[in-house]
């Protein structure tokens, strides 16, 4: 399943850089993530199925796939395998941080002279918190 959210992030790389003018890497321990610096008009940031043998999606979705497939050598019928059980679910693309408070700066007990904030919001299953902070201070 890990490959399989690794070739999931790969299709949706695509779709943001189809999709926005301008994007920027965060690094994760697969490659790099991207994220848009701003979204074109009539953007598609809809879903995007997880890659599985019993994939149904719209043809811009299938074409991203099979490129992607490509690239990593790949073809669907791969992914029927006695040890794993892949299902084709949709996954949001656009995570937005829900019930996001930031607290006052205030001093750093751990770095001197320094300032520190708190932030805490909520995330959707299967989204990462520390993605997420990288892309809001790395942008």
Known sequence: SAYQSFIWNECVKKVVKN?????????????KLTFPVKWKPGAKLSTFPLVAPDIKAPEWQM?????????????????VTDQHFYIAREREMLVVPQGLAVSPAEDDDLK????K???????????YATIILKALFEA
């Open 19 to 31: 999709n926005s003018d301008g994007v920027f890497g965060i690094p994760y321990e697969a490659g």
């Open 63 to 79: 074409d991203i796939l099979n490129e992607v497939l490509k690239m990593e050598g790949m073809t669907l019928p791969e992914f």
């Open 112 to 115: 001197a002279n320094k300032k």
């Open 117 to 127: 904030i708190t932030l805490s919001f909520a995330l959707s299953k299967g989204s």
